[in-house]
């Protein structure tokens, strides 16, 4: 989300940041997704209250956050990001919308939430490369919590960090470790997905675990224009519907009672955009 010691309001952060908050305080959006790269590039507590908070603080109490590996948490490097969504970092005692409600959260335990009709469940993708056996009983953890959510009729979406279903950069490709998660969300037929990581945006058609097309696959969103430098694509996997790397911004999500959802990007620089809707099963 933020570069390095960056405080400019006039930066794509700084805009983001300022865009988003006022969309929370008028009451347009009810609840921020935070999907993870806090802050460039290894912060401890002082980075995130001297650089990130100073931007993006006001969307803290709404906020619900996934960590990343590397530059949020590498288990016996940088392990802040979960003090600081709590309120334990000196100079910031704010705590981050799920922190208020659940308490101290350590940065890989999963978790999930109801928003209305819709249960969103949120993993951390850095369990793959830092704790197998973690990552495993994740796996286990997702598939119950998200078959009980169905079993009572709530349509579902998984927020983590770095993507399954994405185009490659010369910095990342897919994250082939995630294949349990995302055969566990098909056979349960998760409605949507949010990653990032790439420094660029991406969605994808419905798609199934098998990487094709079909109305009952998850839609999934790569939402990484937070702020940093962008990137260039370098294939063309033939599940993604849109994409650019011009365009700094934000996405919108209205996720209806019944299923369907609309979705809007909201760019602060740039020119390219994306919108559209999904119906209901």
Same mark, same amino acid.
Request: proline share 5%; aromatic share 12%; with cysteine.
């Given at each position: 989300?933020?570069?390095?010691?960056?405080?400019?309001? &006039?930066?794509?952060?700084?805009?983001?940041?300022?865009?988003?908050?006022?969309? %929370?305080?008028?009451?347009?959006?009810?609840a921020f997704f935070?999907?993870? &790269?806090?802050?460039?590039? $290894?912060?401890?507590?002082?980075?995130?209250?001297?650089?990130?908070a100073k931007l993006?603080?006001?969307?803290?109490?709404?906020?619900?956050?996934?960590?990343?590996?590397?530059?949020?948490?590498?288990? /016996?490097?940088? *392990?802040?990001? !979960?003090?600081?969504m709590n309120g334990?970092?000196?100079? &910031?005692?704010?705590?981050?919308?799920?922190?208020?409600?659940?308490?101290?959260?350590?940065?890989?335990?999963?978790?999930?939430?109801?928003? /209305?009709?819709?249960?969103?469940?949120?993993?951390?993708?850095?369990?793959?490369?830092? !704790?197998?056996?973690? *990552?495993?009983?994740?796996?286990?953890? %997702?598939?119950?919590? %998200?078959?009980?959510?169905?079993?009572? =009729?709530?349509?579902? *979406?998984?927020?983590?960090?770095?993507?399954?279903?994405?185009?490659?950069?010369? *910095?990342?490709?897919? #994250?082939?470790? %995630?294949?349990?998660?995302?055969?566990?969300?098909?056979?349960? $037929?998760?409605?949507?997905?949010?990653?990032? #990581? +790439?420094?660029?945006?991406?969605?994808?058609?419905?798609?199934?675990?098998?990487?094709?097309?079909?109305?009952?696959?998850?839609?999934?969103? +790569?939402?990484?224009? =937070?702020?940093?430098?962008?990137?260039?694509?370098?294939?063309?996997?033939?599940?993604?519907?849109? $994409?650019?790397?011009?365009?700094?911004?934000?996405?919108?999500?209205?996720?209806?009672? &019944?299923?369907?959802?609309?979705?809007?990007?909201?760019?602060?620089? =740039?020119?390219?955009? !994306? #919108?559209?809707?999904?119906?209901? !099963?």
């Amino acid at each position: 989300m933020n570069p390095e010691k960056n405080t400019a309001t &006039d930066s794509p952060s700084g805009r983001n940041a300022a865009a988003i908050g006022q969309a %929370l305080a008028d009451g347009e959006v009810d609840a921020f997704f935070g999907l993870g &790269d806090f802050q460039y590039r $290894r912060p401890r507590c002082g980075e995130y209250v001297e650089y990130w908070a100073k931007l993006w603080g006001r969307t803290k109490s709404k906020l619900y956050w996934v960590a990343a590996p590397n530059h949020d948490w590498k288990p /016996g490097r940088n *392990a802040d990001l !979960d003090n600081f969504m709590n309120g334990e970092c000196q100079g &910031d005692r704010s705590k981050a919308a799920i922190n208020s409600e659940r308490g101290f959260l350590d940065n890989g335990t999963p978790y999930s939430r109801d928003f /209305g009709s819709w249960h969103v469940a949120f993993l951390s993708t850095a369990l793959w490369s830092d !704790d197998h056996a973690r *990552a495993k009983q994740a796996t286990n953890w %997702l598939d119950r919590d %998200l078959a009980t959510a169905r079993a009572d =009729g709530q349509h579902l *979406a998984v927020v983590y960090h770095d993507p399954y279903f994405t185009s490659e950069t010369s *910095a990342h490709s897919r #994250s082939e470790e %995630l294949k349990p998660w995302v055969d566990v969300m098909y056979r349960h $037929r998760v409605r949507l997905t949010l990653s990032g #990581s +790439q420094h660029n945006y991406e969605r994808s058609c419905p798609v199934n675990n098998a990487d094709e097309c079909g109305d009952d696959g998850m839609t999934a969103f +790569q939402v990484s224009t =937070g702020g940093v430098p962008l990137r260039p694509f370098t294939s063309e996997p033939s599940y993604i519907a849109e $994409r650019f790397s011009d365009t700094h911004g934000w996405l919108k999500l209205t996720l209806k009672p &019944d299923g369907s959802f609309d979705w809007q990007f909201q760019g602060v620089d =740039g020119t390219s955009s !994306d #919108s559209g809707s999904r119906p209901a !099963d």
